[in-house]
């Protein structure tokens, strides 16, 4: 069956995003940009929340932008998207939209064909994924900035929920990778 993987950014305080909706403190050199181009060769399907959605859910970079956030975003427009929302009207071209009755539809698109499948946020969706138990694994690229507030990767949660760490990378920008399992389920290590 296909894995629901969360992979994002997170400040050293536990932050996605700074004070003001901030993203410019992710680091995204060449050896990052590797990684993400490995990550997204092992996904087909993107999992958004509305403001996600609205925000990267079609991004194009300009003419201007460095080749390999071009080639990134190439690759992310070619995949399957579904956008969960009750106040989205409609998704665009061949995106679906799912409004409703998210662990049954999340279990229908895991068991499709396919390679596994990011989750990319946002918060709220990330909130409700964790309360579903919904995500297979877990990876957060802990970034080496402390942003001293703005909107937290973990909030309302309500049960604890206990991780094992089954692998890390460190990368020369100071940026570590940790993957992460929940314990009580059996995935094959990252």
């Known amino acids: ?10 400040s050293l305080d536990g932050f996605i995003e700074g004070p003001h909706g901030e993203i410019d403190w992710c680091i995204f050199d060449d050896e990052v940009a590797d990684e993400l181009n490995r990550f997204i060769s092992n996904v087909d399907t993107i999992l958004y929340g509305r403001k996600s959605y609205e925000l990267f859910g079609n991004y194009v970079p300009g003419s201007d932008g460095d080749e390999s956030e071009k080639a990134f975003y190439e690759k992310v427009g070619q995949m399957k998207k579904y956008v969960f929302s009750t106040t989205l009207q409609e998704a665009k071209a061949n995106d679906s939209l799912v409004r409703d009755q998210i662990a049954a539809q999340v279990q229908q698109i895991k068991q499709g064909d396919g390679k596994d499948i990011w989750l990319f946020g946002g918060a709220g969706l990330i909130t409700s994924f964790i309360n579903l138990n919904l995500i297979d694994e877990y990876q957060i690229g802990l970034h080496p900035v402390v942003l001293g507030g703005g909107l937290p990767l973990f909030r309302d949660i309500r049960e604890r929920i206990n991780l ?27």
């Open 1 to 10: 069956m296909r894995k629901v993987i969360l992979n994002l950014a997170v």
């Open 164 to 190: 094992n760490l089954v692998q890390s990378k460190a990368f020369r920008s100071g940026m570590t990778l940790l993957y992460y399992h929940p314990k009580d389920t059996e995935v094959s290590a990252a």
